[in-house]
């Protein structure tokens, strides 16, 4: 077998040797890269690349590629991701389950030979800043380079990653996009096998398999895999969290700074949110993280996070000067487009705030017909955090940042108002796990159909999401109720009668943020109302919008009692692990609305 480095000058980790040794005789791969994480060896990895047409160099962006994918490897697979739990139980119902051994079974049989005439390149990855007691280790081994181009950009990867990691355990990773090569026989450019597609978790024993997908967080394991779903079932066995959640840094004119995370499904607007510029004079926000959390209770009893990512998987359609100017400006250069339409040396999404090139190349890779998607809708740009001008030092900060207020959000056309404060934590939970919104393009399916996404985690949550539930009500009881962050809902995305939104959101959902950041001061009055607390007219900064305040925040009962009854029985499906603290929660709400 062919190494770049001799796997014993590499690593001494005798587990980490053995597991490399048995995977290699089992995908046989015809050769091993053993990755060190230097720019050099990622510009190799892309020089060859972009010698096999996969990636494309854009002249106007320097350090930069686009490239696109096979049309049915475009977003999560859902209904193909698996918690493998002991019992099914353990799973939950929100969980597709298949009992570990039978899956290991399956496993095996599409693993064995899968990386012939490929080859197999192992990633040590850190999930969390290099240093942090918090932090986590994981290894990936794939046969994809274009994973390993991402997770250069995603993670702290290569020999930094083996460093923190020591003699520790680590999360194994197994990827491959499940084409293996005869002898002599041409690659295609996107190499993937959707009919075997298979997203594999074992939340007891901790390790991740995925085969068959080449894209996101299929193929990424430091992120959705491992971040979220293992990470989430490690966080409850050791009394943290690991949440779907931006997190951001808000500085009020007085110069006064604090943090606030949140969860919101994807692609409804965390990345824009994290990188916001406030509409508001004097108010400054820093980017922290777009996506995922991991939160403990310092020594203090305050809750303090750490991003995990050290790059961005955003959004590309709709990202513009506009709506997400740093966004704009963190891609200028050492990117990768994945699904965005490509012009003359440079990329083209739906919503970039110009017209369409002359000569556009769509997603598919065809000249544009003018008429389809030129850019994917869930066509992503991969870019290091580092690069975001108003990206948050602090990030780095081993301890992680505190966190004054939670907020939940999706995308609601009516029945949620624009903001509303939890009345407790255990409401605020109840809150979270009440979130629901309108699907999107992140995952394979329908797009636009309302569906319940408990903290926005339904496809992230490694274990029982009525357990998952528990846990949080738990973590409120670690601390005294005034260390813990006030809890709010938020919905951007509320309609007029004529299907207009009714917020302008972007930049100025920074008045909700001063509204939130005034209250963790108690700086701010709230209004109670039967489903929490809402700012009062004169305390919302509405000065210069076109928006009435009654049109944000109405409450209207009936809708509220559909919503009362169907919460009910979604509740249900969780039986008895549905806490019953929420139990009281939901009752106190059925009353408050009588
Ligand atoms: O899971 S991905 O990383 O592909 C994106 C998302 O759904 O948030
Ligand atoms: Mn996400």
């Known amino acids: 077998m062919q190494f770049n480095v001799p796997l014993s000058e590499w690593t001494t980790h005798a587990a980490l040797s053995k597991w490399i040794e048995e995977t290699i005789l089992q995908c046989q791969p015809a050769r091993v890269h053993l990755c060190v994480g230097s720019n050099e060896e990622?510009?190799?990895?892309?020089?060859?690349?972009?010698?096999?047409?996969?990636?494309?160099?854009?002249?106007?962006?320097?350090?930069?590629?686009?490239?696109?994918?096979?049309?049915?490897?475009?977003?999560?697979?859902?209904?193909?991701?698996?918690?493998?739990?002991?019992?099914?139980?353990?799973?939950?119902?929100?969980?597709?389950?298949?009992?570990?051994?039978?899956?290991?079974?399956?496993?095996?049989?599409?693993?064995?030979?899968?990386?012939?005439?490929?080859?197999?390149?192992?990633?040590?990855?850190?999930?969390?800043?290099?240093?942090?007691?918090?932090?986590?280790?994981?290894?990936?081994i794939t046969d994809s380079p274009y994973v390993v181009i991402n997770m250069h950009k995603m993670t702290r990867m290569g020999r930094q990653a083996l460093d923190q990691l020591k003699n520790d355990p680590f999360i194994p990773g197994l990827h491959s996009v499940g084409v293996p090569l005869k002898e002599g026989q041409q690659d295609e450019p996107w190499p993937c096998n959707p009919k075997q597609r298979v997203i594999a978790h074992f939340p007891e024993e901790k390790s991740i398999f995925s085969f068959g997908s080449g894209y996101g967080g299929n193929a990424l394991l430091g992120k959705k895999c491992f971040a979220l779903r293992i990470a989430s079932a490690m966080a409850r066995e050791q009394g943290w969290l690991a949440e779907h959640m931006l997190i951001l840094g808000l500085t009020n004119p007085e110069g006064v700074k604090k943090y606030i995370a949140a969860a919101f499904p994807s692609a409804c607007g965390k990345t824009n949110l994290a990188m916001i510029m406030p509409s508001l004079p004097g108010w400054k926000a820093e980017c922290v993280g777009d996506d995922i959390a991991w939160m403990h209770i310092g020594k203090d009893g305050r809750l303090y996070a750490i991003n995990p990512e050290a790059g961005f998987f955003g959004v590309a359609p709709g990202t513009s000067m506009k709506t997400n100017p740093m966004a704009m400006r963190t891609i200028e250069k050492n990117s990768i487009f994945t699904n965005t339409a490509l012009s003359d040396g440079d990329v083209w999404w739906e919503g970039i705030g110009s017209e369409p090139p002359e000569a556009l190349t769509s997603w598919l890779g065809t000249p544009w017909d003018g008429k389809s998607p030129a850019a994917h809708p869930n066509s992503r740009f991969t870019v290091p955090m580092t690069q975001c001008p108003i990206y948050d030092p602090a990030a780095e900060d081993p301890e992680g940042v505190p966190i004054s207020a939670i907020l939940f959000g999706g995308r609601r056309h009516n029945v949620m108002p624009l903001v509303t404060e939890a009345l407790s934590w255990n409401h605020g939970v109840f809150l979270g796990a009440s979130l629901s919104s309108e699907t999107t393009a992140a995952a394979k399916g329908e797009i636009g159909k309302l569906r319940h996404d408990p903290f926005a985690m339904l496809p992230f949550c490694g274990y029982n999401m009525g357990d998952y539930f528990a846990h949080w009500i738990d973590i409120g009881k670690h601390t005294s109720a005034s260390k813990l962050p006030r809890i709010y809902s938020v919905n951007w995305y509320r309609k007029d009668a004529e299907g207009k939104y009714i917020w302008p959101g972007f930049g100025e959902n920074a008045r909700v943020l001063k509204w939130i950041f005034e209250r963790a001061s108690d700086k701010a009055p709230a209004t109670t109302t039967p489903i929490g607390q809402i700012p009062p007219q004169e305390a919302l900064d509405l000065s210069g919008l076109q928006t009435d305040y009654d049109s944000l925040f109405s409450i209207d009962k009936d809708n509220w009692k559909k919503e009362l009854q169907d919460l009910k029985e979604y509740f249900q499906r969780f039986g008895t692990h549905f806490p019953k603290e929420l139990a009281r929660e939901l009752h106190h709400l059925e009353e408050r609305l009588k």
Request: charged letters at 20%; aromatic letters at 8%; proline letters at 8%.
């Open 42 to 140: 990622v510009d190799q990895i892309a020089a060859q690349m972009v010698e096999a047409g996969i990636l494309v160099p854009l002249a106007k962006r320097p350090g930069s590629y686009w490239c696109h994918s096979h049309p049915d490897d475009v977003a999560r697979v859902e209904e193909s991701t698996f918690i493998c739990s002991e019992k099914k139980e353990d799973a939950g119902p929100t969980n597709n389950w298949k009992e570990p051994s039978e899956m290991k079974q399956h496993l095996k049989s599409l693993f064995a030979g899968c990386m012939q005439g490929r080859t197999l390149y192992v990633i040590p990855y850190c999930m969390g800043p290099l240093g942090s007691p918090l932090s986590r280790v994981g290894i990936e």
